[in-house]
């Protein structure tokens, strides 16, 4: 007998309880947003901030803003006068990331920048401390290949999605540029002396990412 989902909901009642913008967040995506799944949700939410708050860092760049379920959470740990740049190329979901923003009370520490992330990484002047990726599965190598040399020692990255659904064990079809960008991103952290790394069998796979 698969006991998965009994074990979730179990995790799920034993931690900290979601927040209330957070939850009303996670309806409205279901409801109205396509593709509502890439959401992070209460258990990885909770992970993100966490992990932000061991952290503390003044800057974080997020890759795939979404609804703004992750901004959010990863905000809970930013010090005092901390930013997060998020940026995502779908415009529709600016506005929606923004009201849920204001209600979070974190209106005034998030920057929104809508277009591609390879156009606009080169032009971000901020030292991230903490970097989430979570956009294209295509382009993860280029993401990580444009911030990784702009990192300091000590920054992290988190990279979601990184067991892609099991898709990392099979052979994949070789139109499947989906998996392909996962396959190739995981075997360049692999090889890659210059960052610590661990995956994490949460939801998807979670890597984080340490650079030396």
């Not at 392909?180 to 610590?196: A, M, P, Q, S």
Request: hydrophobic fraction near 35%; proline fraction near 2%; charged fraction near 30%.
């Amino acid at each position: 007998m698969n006991r998965q989902k009994d074990i979730d909901q179990y995790i799920r009642d034993h931690i900290d309880q979601e927040d209330e913008v957070l939850k009303e967040l996670d309806r409205e995506t279901h409801l109205k947003v396509l593709g509502a799944r890439m959401l992070s949700g209460h258990l990885q939410g909770q992970v993100l901030s966490m992990i932000s708050r061991m952290i503390r860092p003044k800057y974080i760049l997020e890759l795939g803003t979404f609804t703004g379920y992750s901004a959010i959470c990863l905000a809970k740990g930013l010090q005092e006068g901390g930013k997060i740049v998020t940026i995502e190329i779908d415009d529709e979901l600016e506005s929606m990331a923004a009201k849920y923003f204001k209600k979070a009370g974190i209106q005034d520490k998030v920057t929104q920048r809508i277009g591609s992330a390879l156009e606009i990484i080169p032009t971000l002047k901020e030292k991230f401390d903490l970097v989430f990726i979570d956009a294209d599965k295509r382009e993860y190598t280029d993401y990580y290949n444009l911030l990784i040399d702009r990192l300091e020692s000590g920054a992290y990255i988190i990279a979601d999605n990184t067991l892609w659904s099991g898709k990392v064990l099979d052979t994949p079809r070789t139109d499947d540029y989906q998996t392909l960008g996962i396959l190739d991103f995981n075997t360049l952290l692999k090889n890659d002396n210059r960052v610590e790394k661990v995956i994490l069998p949460l939801r998807d796979g979670m890597t984080l990412i340490r650079k030396k």
